[in-house]
T-cell receptor
Framework: GQQVMQIPQYQHVQEGEDFTTYCNSS?????IQWYKQRPGGHPVFLIQ?????EVKKQKRLTFQFGEAKKNSSLHITATQTTDVGTYFC????????????FGSGTQLTVLP | KAGVTQTPRYLIKTRGQQVTLSCSPI?????VSWYQQTPGQGLQFLFE???????NKGNFPGRFSGRQFSNSRSEMNVSTLELGDSALYLC????????????FGPGTRLTVL
């Protein structure tokens, strides 16, 4: 079945450092979404990428979708304590009605 | 618009009992998905419903079932509870045109003793 792997599982950074999480799918995806879950909260939609090679920015966050539409990354520049949480990617295989599959998540801790 | 609501927010049950969780999607959203979240397993897909029809089902035993009503509200039921069913159960709704943009509810925290 489809697998979506996410690395790293955990990341501790000093406030002000950059952070990147990577998402890799075993199958080609029609699109990819990124979500953020704060401690004790629920996942919140951040962004969707659809096109091969697409890059989108939201303030200090940069999202990329790979050329083969099988991988994606989220990069945060100059982390802040408000960035703390778990970041999940999610994708659905191309051309099928199979379910949206979430990656295992990367838990980010930002040390002040 | 009001967000996704889930009831109850917390639930404590004992092994062997059954439980029903409820989800009300965002107004106008016809798709509802359910996920089980545990510390070790992340977000595991349970079901996806659209207009009262189950479109997809995850790899969970038959003790897990769900349904969707004509007003798009959804319920999931777990029978013969096991200790391993303790988890946060999340419901998410999406609009017909953007099915993969999921809006999550706060979840129901189920503890099985």
């Amino acid at each position: 079945g489809q697998q979506v792997m996410q690395i790293p599982q955990y990341q501790h950074v000093q406030e002000g450092e950059d952070f990147t999480t990577y998402c890799n799918s075993s199958t080609t995806l029609s699109n990819i979404q990124w979500y953020k879950q704060r401690p004790g909260g629920h996942p919140v939609f951040l962004i969707q990428l659809v096109k091969s090679g697409e890059v989108k920015k939201q303030k200090r966050l940069t999202f990329q979708f790979g050329e083969a539409k099988k991988n994606s990354s989220l990069h945060i520049t100059a982390t802040q304590t408000t960035d703390v949480g778990t970041y999940f990617c999610a994708g659905r295989p191309t051309g099928s009605a199979r379910q949206l599959t979430f990656g295992s998540g990367t838990q980010l801790t930002v040390l002040p | 618009k009001a967000g996704v609501t889930q009831t109850p927010r917390y639930l404590i049950k004992t092994r062997g009992q059954q439980v029903t969780l409820s989800c009300s999607p965002i107004s106008g959203h016809r798709s509802v998905s359910w996920y089980q979240q545990t510390p070790g397993q992340g977000l595991q897909f349970l079901f996806e419903y659209f207009s009262e029809t189950q479109r997809n089902k995850g790899n969970f035993p038959g003790r897990f079932s769900g349904r969707q009503f004509s007003n798009s509200r959804s319920e999931m039921n777990v029978s013969t509870l096991e200790l391993g069913d303790s988890a946060l159960y999340l419901c998410a709704s999406s609009a017909a045109g953007t099915p993969d943009t999921q809006y999550f509810g706060p979840g129901t925290r189920l503890t099985v003793l």
